[in-house]
């Protein structure tokens, strides 16, 4: 089965399907999907200008990007509030029928799932303990695996969420570095591009935690 869903993904996917009665067709189509059972993460993408945009969507073109979910439903749920005419862009493809029986070919992305690997270097102050490490490692992974559909992953944002800002334990160490690559690079402090059909995710067996 699905893995339990992150309660900031459940907000998102419960704020956004209320607008399914919204105005935008666009954002119709975006709460349709986030509705299905099984749908975790989700991205959509609309190009209303007359030329090929930065991301490969075609001209007058919508694309979605869909983790989980069953696909059929996935291309109903696009085709129930697609402006007639109006294309779909994707390398998974569907085909529904309208109320008179004619086939409609839905195009849409599943996410090309981004293995990212990590390593904490900490500095270990009075009071630290190795299961505070765990701790700062389970954040970033949680923190990166939450990320959207095409959200890069920032290196300033890893020494954040591993810094246990908040808490009691942030004093008991201080984050020196993160350094972070999509598998099987070499990690470094760079930020990590995504692209718009991408979805990253972290492992805490992904994680090393070096304390000094």
């Given at each position: 089965?699905a893995?339990?869903?992150?309660?900031?993904?459940?907000?998102?996917?419960q704020?956004?399907?209320?607008a399914?009665?919204?105005?935008?067709?666009?954002?119709?189509?975006?709460?349709?999907?986030?509705?299905?059972?099984g749908v975790?993460?989700?991205?959509?993408?609309?190009n209303?200008?007359?030329?090929?945009?930065?991301?490969?969507?075609?001209?007058?073109?919508?694309?979605?990007?869909?983790?989980?979910?069953d696909?059929?439903?996935?291309?109903?749920?696009?085709?129930?509030?697609?402006?007639?005419?109006s294309?779909?862009?994707?390398?998974?493809s569907?085909?529904?029928?309208d109320?008179?029986?004619?086939?409609?070919?839905?195009?849409?992305?599943?996410?090309?799932?981004?293995?990212?690997?990590?390593?904490?270097?900490?500095?270990?102050?009075?009071?630290?303990i190795?299961?505070t490490?765990?701790?700062?490692?389970?954040?970033?992974?949680?923190?990166?695996?939450?990320?959207?559909?095409?959200?890069?992953?920032?290196?300033?944002?890893?020494?954040?969420?591993?810094?246990?800002?908040?808490?009691?334990?942030?004093?008991?160490?201080?984050?020196?570095?993160?350094?972070?690559?999509?598998?099987p690079?070499?990690q470094?402090g760079?930020?990590?591009?995504?692209?718009?059909?991408q979805?990253?995710n972290?492992?805490?067996?992904?994680i090393?935690?070096?304390?000094?």
């Amino acid at each position: 089965g699905a893995p339990v869903e992150l309660d900031a993904a459940l907000r998102q996917r419960q704020s956004v399907s209320t607008a399914r009665p919204a105005l935008s067709v666009f954002d119709s189509q975006i709460a349709e999907i986030a509705n299905l059972p099984g749908v975790q993460r989700y991205k959509g993408y609309e190009n209303d200008s007359g030329a090929v945009n930065p991301d490969g969507v075609p001209a007058y073109s919508t694309s979605f990007v869909v983790e989980g979910g069953d696909a059929l439903a996935i291309a109903q749920a696009i085709a129930n509030k697609k402006t007639p005419g109006s294309p779909t862009y994707g390398t998974t493809s569907e085909t529904v029928y309208d109320s008179q029986g004619v086939p409609n070919t839905i195009n849409f992305f599943r996410p090309t799932q981004k293995r990212i690997t990590a390593t904490i270097n900490i500095q270990a102050l009075a009071g630290y303990i190795s299961s505070t490490g765990q701790t700062a490692a389970q954040d970033l992974a949680d923190y990166v695996s939450a990320l959207d559909i095409g959200g890069d992953v920032y290196n300033n944002k890893a020494v954040s969420v591993s810094s246990l800002y908040g808490t009691n334990l942030e004093r008991t160490f201080n984050v020196t570095s993160v350094q972070m690559a999509i598998y099987p690079a070499a990690q470094s402090g760079a930020d990590i591009v995504i692209a718009f059909n991408q979805a990253a995710n972290l492992a805490l067996a992904d994680i090393t935690v070096v304390a000094s």
